[in-house]
């Protein structure tokens, strides 16, 4: 295991209500109390917790980000929407952008773009979430679904810009399959062959039926920078494994 800081990064989903801030206050306290500051936590609540969020967890380290945004960096008439301005108007730091539930929605290369430089142009960090079905999988198109995922979805983005990039096989979303390290390994490393020619400030983070279970080993990936959780986010005592 490196020294490095290590990214926990809970993604709520279409889960959590007002009530579901109290579990939060036990990671507050444990992000205040640790010694060891080699973690960074941030919470991606729903939209409807966003503000609650920015507000409690204002005097500790742990920060906020949004699950998605609309494409279009300006206001306008889109009924249901959210823009990146919006997000950094709240105090919003971080947005995911391309889950894998979204594209699975249509959600197109285009669109992520799009959504990426809009985030990028309100300063807010971009969490960019990349995988390949089990189809994709099965018929040795990994690497090339990820490279045009990452080519398309980073058009046009500075090389100064940081951008976080989670790898997230689509198989093991809340799937509680997870990737042998052989395998992870591999495949974080031909996503940082691509990054790193692309950025000087990056992460790669692995997202995809995270819990305590696994943790352990996934920990021994060096090259791994963190985590995006989902299921296992939602109680605290998973998130601090
Ligand atoms: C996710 O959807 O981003 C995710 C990683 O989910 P889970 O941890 O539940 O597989």
């Known amino acids: 295991m490196t020294n490095k800081i290590r990214y926990f990064i809970a993604n709520w989903k279409m889960y ?5 801030l109290k579990s ?5 306290k444990f992000s205040r109390l640790s010694k060891s500051k080699k973690f960074k936590i941030i919470y991606c609540p729903p939209y409807t917790l966003l503000s609650d969020f920015v507000d409690t967890l204002k005097k ?27 997000l950094k108007n709240l105090g919003v730091k971080y947005v995911i952008i391309g ?11 285009k669109q992520i773009n799009k959504k990426i430089l ?12 990349i995988g390949e079905t089990s189809f994709q999988r099965k018929n040795k198109k990994t690497n090339i679904i990820l490279k045009k995922q990452i080519m398309n979805g980073l058009k046009g983005i500075g090389k100064k810009c940081k951008i976080i990039v989670a790898y997230e096989p689509v198989w093991s979303i809340g799937t509680g399959v997870v990737p042998n390290n052989l395998e992870l390994e591999k495949n974080i490393k031909f996503i940082k062959s691509i990054i790193s020619k692309k950025f000087n400030n990056y992460k790669i983070l692995y997202g995809g039926s995270v819990s305590p279970n696994n943790i352990k ?5 060096d090259l791994l ?9 939602q109680s605290s005592k998973n998130l601090l494994i």
Do not use: P, W
Request: aromatic content about 6%; overall charge negative.
């Open 16 to 20: 959590g209500d007002l009530g579901s």
């Open 217 to 221: 080993k996934l920990n021994m990936i």
């Open 225 to 233: 920078d963190g985590y995006l959780i989902g299921g296992a986010s």
């Open 118 to 129: 809009s985030a990028i142009k309100s300063k807010l960090n971009v969490i960019f979430c």
């Open 60 to 86: 500790s380290s742990i920060e906020t980000g949004a699950q998605n945004i609309h494409e279009n960096y300006d206001f306008g008439a889109h009924t249901g929407f959210i823009n990146s301005k919006m």
């Open 24 to 28: 939060i206050k036990n990671v507050i």
């Open 99 to 109: 889950h894998s539930e979204n594209r699975t929605l249509g959600e197109d290369h």
